[in-house]
């Protein structure tokens, strides 16, 4: 019996077009001008892809300068979306506490930057 939760049944395909790339974080500031309380972020992803910038919406859990030297996960092949006045490249990945305050993804022990999810 499937569960009524759960996405639909995709192909490896498709998870293969979703390019998640492991970044570390290299600057972070407040957003106050956000609609819904926000960190800017920009994320190194290798000299592949490179630096990317995006808003993050992870402020019950971290504060800027906490953030700073941090590995995180990231999509970075989704199109650019405009956010107030700021313009974020890449969706940073992350999952709800119990209280549903966001907790980044990340790998457990050190990778290099832009190494890809598989």
Partial sequence: ????????????DDFARVDVRVGRVVRAEPYPEARKPAIKLWVDFGPEIGLRASSAQITERYAPESLIGRQVLGVVNLPPRQIGKFRSEVLILGVPDAAGAVTLVAPDAEVPPGARLF
């Avoid at 019996?1 to 490896?12: E, G, L, N, R």
């Fill in 1 to 12: 019996m499937s569960d009524p939760s759960a996405s639909p049944t995709i192909v490896y």
